[in-house]
């Protein structure tokens, strides 16, 4: 094994007289000398014998024998170059693939499309590590995904619900004035009903006097109620959240077109007292409440500038107060209170709903991580923990696995023991 031979010599000592020789001091000292020399040898002399017969297979017989050599020295130079880099990168076990890959090439079996390892550039040159720990946040990503899912859910259903909530503040308090245009508008029946049947001028002066003062507060209520108190209204505490009423407020479509729209001819419930379409008071019903209400307001006001001996049971303005006051004005009014509270309790039962999606995500949301996170994520800890547990078995009994382990996992504690340690031995 000393001769290199033209250009075909074999693996040896120092193959200084091959053009072609391949050097064991190029692949660096191997624990097992022997066994790489061989193993190298025996690919290289399979290797040279197939570029023979493959070179001998073409043209004429007498050329392709005396090219053989040439050959032979141009694949034993690239052979050695490849089959260095290939150790450089991964040892023995790296110069056998290669071998195998050259062979299986040769012979037809190779894939034309295969990156061969020697045309990469090893590790060693490029000032790179082999192996490295490399971080995987995948778990952790997926682990946290339903937390934070489940927290953009709270905070957005959480916040819709602040924001529906918060508007009924002048809702609620409108149904509070409301039920005061209610109470007022019965008190102004009863004493105009009280007016118009006393015979003493001295008393009707008396119920005169009251109407004029019940009718002006039950005009602040329903101003207030239609469009909501102004500033010096909201210093008292009774108009103090009002700040809107109910031609302003949004969603409050069906109480705006009961006040404002016509299409309505009756809101008694016994029908057969509904006015016929040829009837004075047929326009009013069907011009809408506040129209009504407006109406009302007009003949008390008519009613309190007559002199005293007009105002009787048979006086007009007290036929069509006594009439249509307990009649249709009541009742567009109660349909009015029905509205709005419908409205507001809409709201609330929205806020339910969507408390009630958000329960459901939250057990969705806790039912996946269970199931389809946790649960696989567990097992493939599992099969990794046994893992690691059958790498550490291989180890020599020499070695401390325990120790090794507790370093791995608790740094800063290894740190402060070696630190103590220090401190004692120098005291």
């Known amino acids: 094994g000393s001769n290199g031979g033209g250009g075909g010599g074999t693996l040896g000592g120092n193959g200084s007289n091959g053009g072609g020789g391949l050097l064991m001091s190029d692949f660096g000292t191997s624990p097992v000398v022997g066994l790489d020399s061989k193993i190298i040898?025996?690919?290289?002399?399979?290797?040279?014998?197939?570029?023979?017969?493959?070179?001998?297979?073409g043209g004429a017989g007498g050329a392709a024998v005396s090219s053989s050599g040439a050959a032979r020295q141009d694949a034993s130079g690239t052979l050695a170059i490849r089959l260095k880099k290939s150790y450089a990168m991964g040892g023995i076990s790296q110069v056998v693939n290669e071998l195998g890959g050259i062979i299986a090439d040769y012979l037809g079996f190779g894939s034309s499309n295969k990156v061969s390892p020697a045309n990469r550039i090893p590790p060693a040159l490029t000032g790179t590590k082999v192996e490295a720990m490399i971080r995987d946040n995948a778990d952790t990503v997926w682990l946290l995904g339903p937390f934070v899912a489940w927290m953009i859910f709270v905070i957005a259903i959480r916040a819709s619900c602040y924001s529906m909530v918060s508007t009924t503040d002048a809702p609620i308090a409108i149904t509070n004035v409301i039920s005061a245009v209610q109470g007022y508008h019965q008190r102004l029946i009863f004493l105009t009903l009280s007016l118009a049947s006393s015979s003493d001028s001295v008393t009707k002066q008396a119920y005169?006097?009251?109407l004029s003062e019940q009718l002006s507060l039950m005009q602040v209520e329903w101003y207030v109620a239609l469009y909501g108190a102004n500033s010096t209204q909201r210093e008292t505490k009774h108009f103090q959240l009002a700040s809107k009423g109910l031609a302003f407020l949004s969603g409050e479509t069906a109480a705006r077109k009961l006040l404002f729209q016509s299409g309505a001819a009756c809101y008694m419930e016994n029908a057969s007292l509904?006015?016929?379409?040829?009837?004075?008071?047929?326009q009013i019903v069907y011009n809408g409440l506040n129209f009504m209400m407006e109406h009302l307001m007009l003949e008390i006001s008519e009613l309190l500038q007559m002199p005293l001996s007009n105002i009787t049971l048979n006086n007009s303005n007290v036929v069509y107060i006594l009439t249509e006051g307990p009649g249709n004005t009541e009742g567009a009014i109660q349909k009015m209170v029905g509205l709005h509270l419908a409205y507001i309790t809409d709201i609330y039962n929205k806020v339910a709903a969507m408390y009630k999606v958000l329960f459901a995500i939250a057990w969705v949301l806790c039912l996946s991580f269970i199931f389809l996170l946790v649960r696989p994520y567990l097992s493939r800890s599992k099969v990794e923990l046994q893992r690691?547990?059958?790498t550490l078995t291989q180890l020599p009994s020499e070695v401390g696995v325990e120790g090794l382990v507790m370093k791995v996992m608790t740094p800063g504690r290894e740190m402060k023991r070696k630190k103590a340690t220090g401190d004692g031995g120098g005291g």
């Open 208 to 210: 005169v006097d009251e």
């Open 274 to 282: 509904c006015y016929a379409p040829d009837n004075p008071y047929y």
């Open 388 to 390: 690691v547990a059958e």
């Open 41 to 57: 040898e025996v690919g290289t002399e399979a290797l040279l014998k197939a570029s023979s017969s493959s070179g001998q297979g």
